[in-house]
């Protein structure tokens, strides 16, 4: 599903972001990136989804190296990889049902199918009856079940999140590990960077652990040590 | 696509409100630049008639008495045709019709005089070109000639009648076109800035719209047609103006004696209408660009 071939990603002649990184995500797979501030977590999860393009390498998402992809096959690209933050990312003038649809919307799809999987999805994150609130109307676990909603609704072939439980409490950020558990239980990849040692170890799913940009482990049931 | 339309009408409506003091500020400007584009338009077509008829590059026109028959106007013919490639170069007569035709145009802004003139009274025309239009001497030899002659009215120079006008014409198209495109820059720049503002302020939804996979065009398209729409408003505005500015003058002419040589500065032939087309399109094309260049730099905001 994800394949990184030796791929170094310089952001300044200085600052090596990555590494000489290689590895492979098969489908439905579970991995857990973690690594010391700044080892290149987040840049690897945007090489994926092509927000950053590596010097050197070759990223194989679904069959296709997509480095030197045009620019006018990206959203397509995109439209199979569904993104989580830590800050979330929702529209503050939209409520819950909107934030959720917005992302059909604007790949264009119709009323009738909008209407048909945003109730579905609100219900698999365990918001219904909160479709209606706005994002300041919601706590923090709440507003990501609506960005992981946001990000599933589509049905992507990949589930990417970066630190999704950086910004909650344990208790909390356990209930939205148990989603991605559901959801990676649906066939869907995920790749998730965290700093969060207790859920990493509770999940034990691969480890792929970055220093200073370079890949130092990668272990299938792993821990976050 | 009932769903599309729906989503940007939606976004383009919402974007505008967000923002009206620019949005208004980019209308006006459109509608000035467009307003003295038109006037201009306006002026030339004014100008035209003045100079209708004389074209073709006649120096001369000869009249000749109302009611003159053809035998009549024989003595003339024979005239012109002695200086036949001597001095004049070509030579046509205009009918009485034809007359009427140039009267229509000439007095167009003075219906009353105008109207004084028919089949009947109307001084039919003998159109000269001359060889060489420079050589003012020979022409002026040439009239007193032609007025000694019988049934011939009046000869009249367009060299007398016409370097006014067309240094005039010259002086208002050349100040006037330099302003339009001057102002009609700024308009777009304006509404340039406008949709920047406008896209600065959604950037979050450009992000996660850019995130889920939507297409730039998609991101793209409300933005542009709010430039459009600012653009058509200002040509529909400054389309107004014109209007009420034109025929505030066109009664105002009306009012000028007949000899004052304004008669002929006004458009009553329905040129407005297709000025006031012109000046809507001139105006999408300014609000398109302005916001199409803009939707396109900021897409990375
Ligand atoms: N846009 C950028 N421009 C320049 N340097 C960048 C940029 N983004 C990241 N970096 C640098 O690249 C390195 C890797 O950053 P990255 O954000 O991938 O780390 P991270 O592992 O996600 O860190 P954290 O755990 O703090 O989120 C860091 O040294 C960082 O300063
Ligand atoms: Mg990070």
Redesign the interface.
């Known amino acids: 599903m994800i394949r990184l071939e030796n791929v170094t990603k310089r952001y300044t002649t200085e600052v090596v972001a990555l590494q000489d990184a290689s590895f492979e995500v098969a489908k439905g797979e579970f991995v857990f990136l973690v690594g010391p501030s700044g080892s290149g977590k987040s840049t690897l999860l945007r090489l994926i989804?092509r927000q950053e393009r590596p010097e050197e390498g070759a990223v194989w998402v679904a069959g296709r190296n997509i480095v030197d992809m045009p620019?006018?096959r990206?959203?397509?690209?995109?439209?199979?990889i569904g993104?989580v933050f830590q800050d979330y990312?929702l529209?503050l003038n939209k409520t819950v049902f909107e934030n959720i649809a917005?992302?059909l919307?604007?790949?264009?799809?119709?009323?009738h199918v909008?209407e048909q999987q945003v109730p579905a999805v609100i219900d698999l994150v365990g918001l219904a009856g909160k479709e209606d609130r706005f994002p300041d109307q919601l706590s923090g676990g709440e507003q990501q079940r609506v960005s992981i909603a946001?990000a599933f609704v589509?049905r992507p072939l990949i589930l990417v999140a970066d630190e999704p439980t950086g910004n909650l409490d344990p208790g909390t950020g356990e209930g939205i590990m148990r989603l991605l558990d559901r959801i990676n239980g649906t066939g869907t990849t995920v790749v998730m960077a965290t700093h969060d040692r207790r859920i990493v170890d509770a999940m034990r799913r691969r480890v792929i652990q970055l220093d200073r940009g370079v890949i130092v482990r990668d272990q299938a049931r792993g821990v976050y040590q | 696509m009932i769903s599309r339309l729906r989503y940007l009408f939606r976004e383009t409506g919402a974007s505008i409100r967000r923002n009206p003091t620019l949005s208004v500020a980019s209308v006006i400007t459109a509608a000035v630049s467009l307003l003295i584009f038109g006037l201009t338009l306006i002026i030339q077509h004014g100008f035209d008639n003045l100079l209708a008829q004389w074209e073709g590059g006649v120096e001369m026109i000869v009249y000749v008495n109302a009611g003159a028959g053809e035998e009549q106007r024989l003595v003339i013919e024979e005239a012109l045709g002695q200086q036949q490639n001597v001095t004049i170069e070509a030579w046509s007569y205009c009918d009485v019709s034809c007359s009427l035709a140039d009267a229509d145009r000439l007095f167009a802004g003075d219906p009353v005089t105008r109207g004084q003139l028919n089949e009947l009274n109307i001084p039919t025309q003998y159109k000269v070109v001359p060889l060489d239009a420079t050589q003012v001497e020979i022409l002026r030899g040439l009239r007193d000639r032609y007025l000694e002659l019988p049934n011939v009215y009046s000869v009249q120079l367009a060299e007398e009648q016409l370097d006014l006008i067309s240094r005039l014409q010259g002086f208002v198209s050349t100040y006037t076109t330099g302003l339009w495109i001057a102002l009609m820059v700024a308009a777009s720049l304006l509404i340039w800035n406008t949709i920047r503002t406008a896209m600065f302020a959604r950037r979050r939804e450009i992000e996660v719209m850019k995130l889920v996979g939507a297409t730039d065009w998609f991101i793209r398209v409300p933005f542009m047609l709010e430039g459009l729409l600012q653009g058509v408003a200002g040509g529909a505005v400054a389309s107004i103006a014109m209007w009420f500015i034109n025929g505030r003058w066109t009664a105002g002419v009306e009012t000028f004696p007949a000899n004052s040589g304004m008669t002929a500065l006004v458009v009553v032939d329905g040129y407005e209408w297709r000025v006031s087309i012109i000046v809507i399109v001139f105006g999408a094309i300014i609000g398109t660009i302005g916001s199409g260049t803009a939707a396109s730099k900021f897409l990375d905001v």
């Open positions: 989804n620019s006018n990206i959203p397509q690209l995109r439209r199979n993104n990312k529209l917005f992302a919307e604007v790949i264009g799809k119709p009323k909008i946001r589509n």
